[in-house]
């Protein structure tokens, strides 16, 4: 069976930009060059920031984890290569915003000493401790979002998934780090995909490549054809080229026709989508037992010899820059593509797992936006929306910042592919409109969420104060009416006493509360004589013996109620 | 029947009562800034009118006609008129206090709505029966709403677009109102084919 | 005359009853709308409103007794919001209740804390936690900014320190066009 026998369906929108993808492919894959220092970001994943477990000055060797995930969303680091904690300190990230984040700063020590690797015997783990492993091993979606695999890969599904869907399509102009790594890694990327079938239970297994990549697609079909890797309905499907093929929703729905709707997951509906280079991570941590503490980064874009290198994470990105020959009219740098990719502040900035490219931007290549011009209305960003939206409605409510409105409209669907950007006649920055409308949405709702969160605990403080304050006069009423029983106590038995000696030498008022309190006690000994059963009295043999046996089975059942009343009953 | 359909069609649209004959323009200019304002508004104005018509159809040919009282025909209207908008907005403050919040003055002001009072007394004059006056005051109130619910759909768009700062607001509204009220200029002669 | 008198007294007789009736059918339990106005509220608790927390606020605003524009920390964006809801006009922040200030958190300085417990009775959301001559500390996520704990440290160690923006909170600017001076113009 071949890929021509599959039929292939088809989603909305998208482009046909110029790829640029054949200058960085020419040369093979380079080595990262080597590094005296890394920068190790401990915040590296979606999901929260791990927590630094070794100490400045300590020895650490290659693969050894630095930084402990921070609950289940979250995602270990580790060191990318053996030397010193110099420092961990705040420095700059590869962000458009250039603010800084803590990191882990490595002294390489040169001798690149790895950990002792073993091998996870994933068959035996449960799946509750195979996410944990991947976890620690710091999996995460190398395709760009950095989502944390251990959450994606969960096997607790009931007779497993549907389809899993490998993502080889690398859709966007001048990236090419996949395209790369399938043609030089292929056996171990299909060996990491037989695993994560397996973990996951997948009845289908699809590994989607843009039919631009043809060397690419020839060689994962040989390795999925021939050697240890053959297996029943995993296939190699050479999808139509055009951008953005590579999006999750969009491959998912060129296989296997499906439609994510707006709020639902892929996993809904049976299907899973990895990205080849997670597939490839997945099998070093499983098999070879190593973390991931490196990836293919390219290097295009305005560089004399555009190439692929396999970098460890920490790597400045100035030093890989250096072995491209960059050219000198320089003005930018954009990690990611020119689609979807983020201007980054300054070359000192380290590879992270989210680093797939690293484009070099120019006046010439990337000439400066043209000035903005009014919506027109034209529709031609609705045709392009690969996401089925409408890009001039969104437009028109986040630049009007109207969020309630932009949200009715679905702009959490928008996956910010840039095709609207890319068509707008206007030469409107849709894209950046869309972020801003996003995170002040965001913002607002984590806003919100504390607002909450300090309604309710300022509600709660307000019932404890109220309610410790009818404890405690609860607790003097008590106090006084015992004082007060204690003292009526005391004056009877006086006023008795003195009654029987004299009664002329007390005063009236003496007299008044005696009167009151003889007329209390009497009060209370009728009433105590009312309430005393008055048919346990003048009994018969017969009444007591029944009596005698009501008690005894009373006895019997309070002996098995017993274990069931809670402890401190 | 046809009678009555056009009836209703030419109170809808022929001769809308606010961008016709420019009567309630009052809350029409103040509750239209969103939709569901305009939508809460309309319903109870439909409810209102369509009561008041009926009713003071009643009054008028039963009570004041015969002991010849026309003369209190103004005061009569105005008092059933009030008496059914507390009653509405007693309804809605239990059915919807967000709507009775939101609605606020514009709510008890259906009293002075000259579009209530107006249909209502050119239904005396136009001579309608009672199921003409009903037809009318419902046909009147749909208008009503139809323009409310239009022009707030238009200034929710309009409250994104770029206006040059000194026609903000209800400059703007004010000439968007016009502008639509020339639009319906353009069904007059529909009763032609009558 | 007479007629027109009976015809009016009978009228109203027969709506004031028909809208007594009503009033008793349709009477309204509690306030529905005091919860929106609470939820718009930022809950600082801070009282610069003159009420003692932000619910006693949204009653007040509810019954008509307060202005909208009388909530510093929840600034310009909080009274567009209650404007909104309430279908009142817009209106600037009252100055007599404060002005609006960056997002901060109450730091106390472990050093010079003597334990003295006044700050945690003081604070209203609970967030300093600590025991009698013991140190105090603010638990910084659940600080509200109020600053009622400062008034009441005798020593002085409880300062207000401005939150600054990290790569989490990092939000994407409203774009703006870059102007590229031309050759043709001087």
């Keep these: 069976m071949t890929t021509l026998l599959e039929s ?64 289940d969303v979250s995602s270990a680091v580790h060191a990318s290569t053996s030397g010193t904690v110099v420092a961990i300190e705040m ?79 690398e859709c966007e102009p001048y990236i090419t780090c996949d395209d790369m790594l399938m043609r030089e890694r292929a056996d171990d990327i299909v060996r990491g995909v037989q695993l994560m079938r397996e973990i996951l239970g997948a009845k289908h297994v699809r590994i989607g490549i843009e039919d631009n990549k043809p060397e690419a697609i020839a060689v994962m079909q040989t390795a999925v054809r021939f050697g240890d890797n053959r297996t029943d309905d995993l296939l ?86 250096a072995a491209c020959e960059p050219l000198p009219d320089t003005n930018r740098l954009i990690m990611g593509g020119p689609m979807m990719g983020v201007e980054i502040p300054g070359d000192e900035v380290p590879v992270v797992k989210a680093t797939n490219c690293i484009l070099l931007g120019s006046n010439k290549i990337f000439p400066p936006p043209a000035p903005e011009m009014p919506c027109i209305r034209c529709g031609e960003c609705a045709i392009a929306c690969p996401a089925d939206l409408q890009p001039l409605e969104l437009y028109w409510f986040s630049r009007a910042k109207i969020f309630g409105k932009a949200q009715e409209y679905h702009l959490f669907d928008c996956i910010e592919c840039g095709c609207c950007s890319y068509v707008c006649p206007s030469n409107i920055p849709l894209v950046d409109y869309y972020r801003f409308a996003k995170s002040e949405i965001w913002a607002r709702e984590k806003e919100k969420s504390l607002a909450d969160e300090a309604r309710d605990r300022f509600e709660f403080r307000q019932f404890r104060d109220v309610r410790d304050e009818q404890e405690k006069s609860a607790r003097l009423a008590a106090r006084a009416a015992a004082a007060a029983a204690a003292k009526q106590l005391a004056t009877m038995v006086v006023t008795t006493d003195a009654a029987e000696i004299s009664t ?27 309430t005393t059963p008055q048919n346990t009295q003048q009994l018969s043999a017969e009444q007591l013996a029944e009596i005698s046996a009501i008690e005894a089975r009373r006895a019997e059942i309070r002996e098995h109620a017993k274990p069931h009343l809670p402890p401190d009953a | 029947m046809t009678g009555y359909f056009f009836v ?135 208008g009503f709403s139809l323009a409310l619910i239009l022009f707030a759909t238009l200034r929710e768009r309009l409250e994104g677009a770029d206006v040059p700062v000194h026609f903000r607001g209800t400059a703007i509204a004010m000439i968007t109102a016009g502008l639509i009220s020339l639009a319906f200029m353009g069904f007059a002669g529909l009763d032609k084919y009558k | 005359m007479l007629e027109a008198i009976l015809v009016m007294s009978l009228g109203a007789i027969v709506l004031g009853a028909a809208l007594g009736y009503a009033a008793v059918k349709f ?72 002005v609006e200030k960056p997002k901060a958190v109450a730091v106390i300085d472990e050093q010079t804390c003597i334990g003295c417990t006044l700050c945690i009775q003081a604070c209203p959301v609970d967030a300093i936690v600590g025991a009698a001559k013991q140190m105090h500390t603010v638990i910084a996520e659940q600080c509200t900014g109020c600053e009622l704990c400062l008034p009441p440290c005798p020593v002085d160690c409880i300062t207000m320190e401005t939150l600054h923006e990290t790569v989490e909170t990092w939000k994407w600017k409203y774009p703006v066009v870059a102007l590229h001076p031309t050759a043709g113009i001087s």
Excluded at chain 2, 35 to 43: P, R, W
Aim: hydrophobic share 40%; glycine share 10%; with cysteine.
């Design chain 1, 8 to 71: 292939l369906f088809d989603f909305n929108g998208g482009v046909k930009p110029d790829y640029h993808k054949d200058a960085s492919t020419r040369l093979s894959i380079g080595v990262s060059p080597a590094q005296t220092e890394l920068v190790i970001p401990l915040h590296q994943s979606i999901g929260g920031t791990p927590r630094p477990i070794v100490a400045v000055g300590e020895q650490v060797k290659k693969g050894q984890r630095i930084g402990d995930a921070d609950g």
């Design chain 1, 91 to 169: 420095r700059r990230m590869p962000h458009p915003s250039g603010l800084s984040s803590l990191c882990i700063v490595l002294e390489s020590d040169g001798r690149d000493e790895w950990i002792a690797c073993q091998a996870f015997d994933y068959k035996k783990a449960t799946p509750q401790e195979i996410r944990d492993y991947l976890r620690d091993s710091g999996v995460v979606g190398l395709g760009g979002a950095v989502f944390p695999t251990h959450l994606k890969l969960n096997a607790d599904r009931q007779g497993g998934i549907e389809t899993l869907i490998i993502n080889g399509a």
């Design chain 1, 236 to 321: 190699v499907v050479a999808v139509p080229t055009r951008y953005p093929a590579g999006g999750a929703k969009q491959l998912i729905r060129v296989i296997t026709g499906i439609e994510v709707p707006h709020g639902k997951r892929s996993i809904d509906y049976g299907v899973q989508c990895f990205n080849v280079a997670t597939a490839l991570a997945i099998y070093e941590a499983i098999s070879l037992g190593r973390p991931l503490i490196s990836r293919i980064v390219t290097v295009a874009g305005n560089v004399g010899a555009p190439r692929n290198f396999d970098v460890l994470i920490g790597t400045a990105i100035k030093d890989i820059i």
């Design chain 1, 504 to 530: 002329a030498e007390t005063s009236n008022e003496a007299n008044e509360k005696a009167a009151l309190i003889a007329a209390a006690i009497a009060r209370a000994r009728e009433q105590q004589g009312t």
């Design chain 2, 8 to 142: 209703v069609l030419g109170a809808v649209l022929v001769n809308n009562v606010v961008f016709v004959r420019i009567l309630g323009l009052c809350p029409f200019m103040g509750v239209s800034k969103k939709l569901e304002t305009a939508l809460g508004m309309g319903a109870a104005t439909t409810f209102v009118l369509t009561m008041a018509c009926g009713s003071s159809f009643v009054i008028d040919r039963w009570l004041l006609q015969p002991n010849g009282l026309e003369y209190l025909r103004t005061l009569s209207f105005i008092v059933t008129i009030a008496a059914i908008v507390q009653l509405t907005e007693l309804v809605i403050q239990k059915v919807s206090p967000l709507l009775h919040q939101v609605l606020g003055i514009y709510l008890p002001l259906i009293t002075t709505n000259c579009a209530v009072l107006g249909v209502p007394l050119l239904n005396v004059t136009l001579k309608y029966n009672f199921v003409e006056s009903l037809l009318f005051g419902f046909g009147s109130a749909v």
């Design chain 3, 27 to 98: 009477r309204v339990e509690g306030d529905p709308l005091v919860e929106k106005i609470d939820a718009i509220l930022p809950q600082t608790q801070c009282g610069q409103c003159s009420y003692p927390g932000c619910k006693p606020y949204a009653q007040a605003i509810a019954r008509g007794e307060a202005e909208i524009n009388q909530c510093p920390p929840g600034g310009e964006e909080g009274i567009r919001k209650l404007a909104d809801l309430l279908g009142r006009e817009f209106k600037s922040l009252s100055a007599e209740h404060g």
